[in-house]
């Protein structure tokens, strides 16, 4: 309720109908302010081209110990081809236990998204829980070498 003040009737207060809305604009620009914000975070839908990566190149270990899964779907650990199943024991011989190694995982273009998370979760359940994803490096052109 609004009150008006100073009135020239005999000094009674009267009431004012008159509804103040600058709360409720404030309120509304708030409101627009989060949803504008929030709105493209909610977009999933982005076509995305994985193979190539624009990242500095990060310092390579000495012995690096990678994972690759073939066209054919067929997975090598360095150059010797390694059953799904054997992978895990295949990976401890080749650190020699350290489960904190990072395992660097290769993929051909064509291996779809599916196989590449079974072939992690084969990692992630052997113990080897640092994975790096291997892909090819644009040059300088934006052509890939």
């Known amino acids: ?69 073939k066209s054919d779907l067929s997975v090598t650990l360095g150059e010797d081809a390694v059953a799904r199943t054997d992978l895990g024991a295949a990976l401890n011989e080749a650190t020699k236990g350290n489960k904190d190694e990072r395992i660097f995982l290769r993929a051909d273009k064509g291996v779809p998204y599916g196989e590449l998370m079974q072939v992690m979760n084969l990692l992630r359940g052997a113990g080897y829980l640092k994975v790096g994803l291997v892909g090819l490096e644009e040059t300088a052109g934006g052509a890939q070498p």
């Open 1 to 69: 309720m609004a009150v008006k003040l100073g009135s020239s009737d005999g000094g009674d207060l009267v009431e004012s109908a008159e509804i103040n809305i600058t709360p409720f604009i404030d309120v509304i620009l708030l409101l627009m302010i989060i949803f504008m914000v929030a709105a493209p975070l909610s977009t999933v839908s982005v076509p995305v081209e994985l193979p190539t990566s624009s990242a500095p190149q990060q310092p390579r270990p000495d012995k690096p110990v990678y994972v690759s899964i």
